[in-house]
């Protein structure tokens, strides 16, 4: 089978940019010549093999960075936009999108945001919204999404709040008690830690400068809590110039994810990266023994397990999510192909909707996506207790899985067959851009593909999708 051909222009202008040197300068030091690097950044050119060596002993560039990174999340973003019916005559196909991932991202990613703005307006025509009266209701992303899409893209691992996580939890290079730690370094600006039953999860008087965290909640949930007024209390600077850089459109967005960021720094630090990395490598990611010896949620180990994406430490590339009764995914990150639907709900044949049919138990399936990309996928069921007679209770399902050739590293996936083809379940992203043409459970028809109705004939589906 030949080789794929490597195109990553827009990686080496953003690695050079960043290094802050001239084309001339970069050429000189991967050893080509600056015609040939100009090619190779408009992609012209594919990067050659001496081009990859060069970056890696020269700048100490990890490479896999080359062919990973946004192309292929902007390639699955614009084939969900693409599936609306307002495209159903013009969808360009996939050789397209991907020229346009790779070569201008920057307007890829110009259309999403005017694909999102056009659904935003259509759902307020449609549904009377008051905003169409107000003076403030010009169309943009909502800060929920916008917060989503700024963690989506910089592939949910936020170097400098993870390093200053695992600096306070691992004074003098020895990993600490992290409830003891964050008691100590909130009674140090003079805040008093207490516990009430009616708190809340976590509530912080300023006046008074107490926080009182709820009895009710679970160790973990607990220490998690703290870390986060450690982050909003003593790394203010750290979060805002995390902040400036993502440029918002809005204070809500910017509020939304101060509190996503105080939330990383309260999982980095609950299990800071290389101690973290180091069981989770030596236990083959056993999610038990993790929540045992780190004292945290399967949540919190499962999606921590898929920010472990440091340059040159990286862990297996996992996707994460958390999924409602309903279907909706409510947290959701991939570092790996598999990209869940930003519009519309996940794939029905997923194993993470059967946890709740069997709870308790962690479910285990081979699962094979259109593009014939293959996955072990894990899932298992979370219930939240609300701690008292008619607390309200909530419930989830967390989805965790990696591509197959990783699977030997998971502890889980020892007696399972990944070498037959048929062990394999079809699965897709969303109905509209799934190709699968005898899916008994499509819901909707493929945007791509031409429709059959035959009025003499019905099988699981009213029509049939052609070839």
Aim: aromatic fraction near 8%; charged fraction near 25%; charge should be neutral.
């Amino acid at each position: 089978m030949a080789n794929q051909k490597l195109y990553a222009g827009v990686k080496l202008r953003e690695t050079r940019t960043r290094l802050g040197i001239t084309q001339k300068d970069f050429a000189a030091k991967l050893g080509i010549s600056l015609p040939y690097l100009n090619q190779m950044e408009n992609n012209n050119r594919p990067v050659s093999t001496g081009v990859v060596l060069a970056l890696a002993q020269e700048f100490g560039f990890d490479v896999t960075e080359l062919s990973a990174g946004d192309a292929e999340r902007i390639i699955t973003d614009m084939r969900e936009a693409l599936a609306d019916p307002v495209f159903a005559d013009a969808a360009p196909p996939l050789a397209d999108l991907r020229l346009t991932a790779s070569n201008a991202p920057a307007l890829a990613r110009a259309f999403l945001d005017l694909h999102r703005a056009y659904r935003q307006t259509h759902e307020r025509l449609a549904q009377l919204d008051e905003a169409l009266g107000r003076d403030d209701a010009r169309v943009r992303p909502s800060p929920w999404e916008e917060v989503r899409d700024f963690f989506h893209y910089c592939d949910n691992y936020i170097d400098a709040v993870d390093r200053a996580a695992e600096r306070f939890a691992c004074p003098g290079g020895n990993r600490g008690d992290p409830m003891a730690l964050a008691r100590k370094a909130l009674e140090d600006i003079g805040i008093t830690v207490r516990n009430d039953h009616n708190a809340g999860l976590r509530r912080f008087d300023f006046e008074h400068n107490v926080l009182t965290l709820n009895s009710r909640s679970t160790p973990a949930t607990q220490r998690f809590q703290l870390l986060h007024q450690v982050a909003i209390m003593k790394y203010p600077d750290l979060l805002d110039a995390t902040l400036d850089m993502a440029r918002f459109q809005s204070e809500e967005a910017r509020a939304i994810a101060r509190v996503g960021l105080a939330n990383y720094f309260a999982g980095a630090a609950l299990l800071p990266y290389q101690r973290f990395l180091d069981a989770a490598q030596s236990t083959r990611h056993d999610l038990e023994r993790l929540i045992d010896l780190f004292g945290a949620s399967l949540e919190q180990v499962a999606h921590r397990l898929s920010t472990m994406q440091r340059p040159g430490a990286k862990g297996v590339p996992f996707f994460f999510a958390r999924v409602d009764q309903a279907g909706t995914i409510t947290k959701r990150h991939s570092a790996t192909r598999l990209q869940f639907a930003r519009f519309g709900g996940a794939c029905p044949l997923w194993n993470a909707h059967h946890a709740f049919e069997a709870p308790g138990r962690f479910l285990r399936q081979l699962a094979e996506t259109s593009d014939g990309a293959r996955y072990f996928c894990l899932a298992h069921d979370v219930t939240k207790r609300g701690g008292a007679w008619g607390a309200p209770i909530r419930r989830f399902a967390i989805g965790l899985g990696c591509e197959v050739q990783h699977a030997s590293q998971i502890v889980y996936a020892d007696d399972m067959d990944i070498t037959r083809a048929s062990a394999f379940e079809p699965i897709g992203i969303s109905c509209r851009i799934c190709e699968r043409r005898n899916c008994a459970q499509r819901s909707v028809p493929p945007l791509e593909r031409r429709l059959t109705i035959d009025p003499n004939k019905r099988g699981i589906l009213p029509y049939e999708v052609a070839e």
